[in-house]
């Protein structure tokens, strides 16, 4: 244990009048409420060029990335590995526009009554963007991977993309995606 979890364990026990092993349990049923971790594992781990774990200095992100043949799969590290300590706060949202409510409803309107990718394309016209291959998701119990239809449109609005993705059930689920920020 580091000298400050050290003190600060010290520090929560004194303040609550309870022992350090009752104070110690807690933060150890719970440690990712408050704990943030500076054991410094994960850098080094990120230091390491043999090691799966990468930091992306964008968007202040540590990644699991695992490699086979033409595929990369990389899943984010939301807590530390060593210590089971927070990992520093993603930066992500700072670099995509916010969806205001008011765009959502305004959106809303245009999507209103539109169930289907046809109804969407008679409406609308084709999309901006048709992903060959759709999104794949797992099923829960993890035995397939499904694929499902997946378009944007775009020019709808200035901020926000449009994504409509195959529900499943012949009707589209749709989402509101903020645009990435333009550099100044």
Not at 58 to 84: P, Q, W
Request: aromatic share 8%; charged share 30%; proline share 5%.
């Amino acid at each position: 244990m580091s000298d400050d979890a050290e003190k600060e364990l010290m520090l929560r026990a004194a303040n609550r009048g309870r022992s350090l092993e009752e104070t110690a349990s807690e933060i150890l049923s719970a440690p990712t409420k408050w704990w943030a971790c500076n054991c410094g594992g994960l850098e080094r781990s990120a230091a390491d060029p043999g090691s799966p774990v990468q930091f992306d200095e964008e968007t202040n992100e540590y990644h699991l990335v695992m490699k086979a043949d033409s595929f990369e799969s990389r899943t984010l590290i939301r807590y530390c590995c060593f210590c089971g300590g927070r990992a520093p706060a993603s930066k992500r949202r700072q670099l995509f526009e916010p969806v205001s409510g008011e765009e959502i409803a305004r959106l809303q309107g245009i999507f209103n009554g539109i169930h289907t990718f046809e109804e969407a394309a008679l409406s609308l016209g084709p999309p901006d963007r048709d992903v060959p291959g759709g999104v794949a998701q797992a099923e829960i119990d993890g035995s397939r991977a499904i694929s499902s239809r997946y378009v944007v449109y775009s020019k709808i609005s200035d901020k926000t993309d449009v994504a409509l993705t195959d529900s499943g059930d012949g009707e589209v689920a749709i989402s509101y995606i903020g645009k990435p920020k333009r550099s100044a």
